[in-house]
C-alpha cells in the first residue's frame, strides 16, 4: 500500500475500523460499508454533497473525475462527487478527522436505501 495512503489511515484512527478496497486503479476508502474516500494516483479524494460541497469549493479544491468513451467513439469527461483533500490535512490531525467527518456525513446522506 501506498505511504501516502498508510499516513491518510494513521491519522483516521479516530475513526477505526476504516477498510481500504483496490478499485479505478487505487483505493476505495470505508466506513461501516460507506466509500467516503478515494485515494488514486497520490491524490485523495473525499465525498462531498449539496450540504458539504461549499466547503470544497471555498478552498478551491477540484472533484475527482475521469474520461468515458462514449457509443459514438467521442470521450466524455465525467465527475463524480468527490473532491480533492485540503493538503493541510497532512499536517493537521484533527482537521484530518474533520474533513473525513464531512466525508462521512455526505456518504451516509447519499446510502442509498
Known amino acids: 500500500m501506498d505511504q501516502q495512503l498508510n499516513l491518510i489511515l494513521e491519522l483516521w484512527a479516530p475513526l477505526s475500523p476504516i477498510a481500504t478496497k483496490r478499485m479505478f486503479g487505487g483505493y ?9 474516500a478515494i485515494f488514486i494516483r497520490g491524490i485523495l ?8 460541497r461549499g466547503d470544497f469549493l471555498k478552498y478551491s479544491l477540484k472533484p475527482f473525475a475521469y474520461e468515458r ?5 467521442q470521450t466524455k469527461s465525467v465527475a463524480l462527487s468527490y473532491f480533492e483533500a485540503p493538503l493541510d ?3 493537521e ?3 484530518a478527522v474533520e474533513w473525513a467527518q464531512k466525508a462521512l456525513g455526505a ?3 447519499n446510502k442509498k436505501t
Open 89 to 91: 490535512i497532512y499536517d
Open 93 to 95: 490531525p484533527q482537521m
Open 107 to 109: 456518504a451516509i446522506r
Open 45 to 52: 479524494y473525499l465525498k462531498s454533497d449539496v450540504v458539504s
Open 28 to 36: 476505495g476508502i470505508f466506513k461501516d460499508d460507506l466509500m467516503f
Open 69 to 73: 468513451r462514449e457509443k459514438s467513439g
